[in-house]
């Protein structure tokens, strides 16, 4: 047997390995979620599974054995999926999202920040925009205000955007602001079902979060639901 042989054969396990263990949880359908969630949460970690044994292949080839995989940087939001953006504050989303936009994708925010406010910090004229709040306000060309708590209506919207072609990256930014106005149960299930429209039209979601402000639980919950934290 070959110097690579031992590595190779070591990745193909890793990789069945992981696949099996999503193939068990997409038929755990007695346990809160619907069959159609966990299948959905199953076929989107699967789809990115190559990066994990591309990181694997990586620490090998650096001798520094079996690890963990990293989370993905910002260069790695290649593939169709959720990402939850780590920080204190929204800001490295907007240049995730305006990079991806840059890159050829149809752009839609969703966020508690004004869009006029947004605009120049997204770098995305052409983007459409949710507002979030409960007051009119003055209405803008591609803007639409909606109230927090009409979560049926803004996982309308987003299917609807995505399914119009594809390749479309949705910028979410303000949970912390939906989880205070709509209970963390009922976003939970709103985000299961805008990622269900997301992945299966092969596009992107960006969601701002701060750890600090959430709850431990809440936030391991939100991270589950995602391919990878950023």
């Known amino acids: 047997m070959g110097d690579d042989e031992?590595?190779?054969a070591f990745l193909k396990?890793?990789?069945?390995?992981?696949?099996?263990?999503?193939?068990?949880i997409g038929s755990l359908t007695s346990r809160g979620y619907s069959s159609t969630e966990l299948s959905v949460m199953a076929k989107s970690k699967m789809a990115v599974l190559y990066r994990e044994v591309e990181a694997m292949?990586?620490?090998l080839e650096g001798d520094e054995g079996p690890a963990l995989p990293v989370a993905p940087t910002r260069a790695s939001v290649a593939g169709r999926g959720a990402y939850l953006v780590r920080e204190p504050k929204a800001?490295?989303?907007?240049?995730?999202?305006?990079?991806?936009v840059k890159a050829g994708s149809r752009g839609?925010?969703?966020?508690?920040?004004h869009p006029e406010d947004i605009r120049a910090r997204?770098?995305?004229?052409?983007?459409?925009f949710i507002w979030l709040s409960k007051s009119p306000g003055k209405k803008t060309k591609g803007m639409a205000v909606v109230e927090p708590t009409a979560l049926v209506d803004i996982a309308s919207a987003v299917s609807e955007?995505?399914?119009?072609?594809?390749?479309?990256?949705?910028?979410?930014e303000g949970i912390e602001y939906m989880i205070s106005q709509n209970g963390f149960s009922s976003l939970q299930r709103f985000l299961q079902r805008?990622?269900?429209?997301?992945?299966?039209n092969e596009s992107y979601l960006l969601v701002s979060a701060n750890p600090s402000a959430l709850k431990e639980q809440e936030y391991r919950l939100l991270a589950r639901e995602m391919v990878g934290e950023l």
């Open 57 to 59: 292949a990586a620490r």
């Open 6 to 8: 031992p590595k190779k």
């Open 122 to 128: 997204a770098a995305a004229a052409d983007a459409g």
């Open 13 to 24: 396990g890793y990789e069945e390995g992981l696949k099996a263990a999503w193939r068990e």
């Open 108 to 113: 839609l925010c969703i966020s508690r920040i």
């Open 91 to 100: 800001d490295r989303i907007f240049e995730l999202f305006a990079s991806l």
């Open 161 to 172: 955007f995505a399914s119009a072609g594809g390749n479309a990256v949705v910028l979410l």
């Open 194 to 200: 805008v990622n269900e429209a997301i992945v299966l």
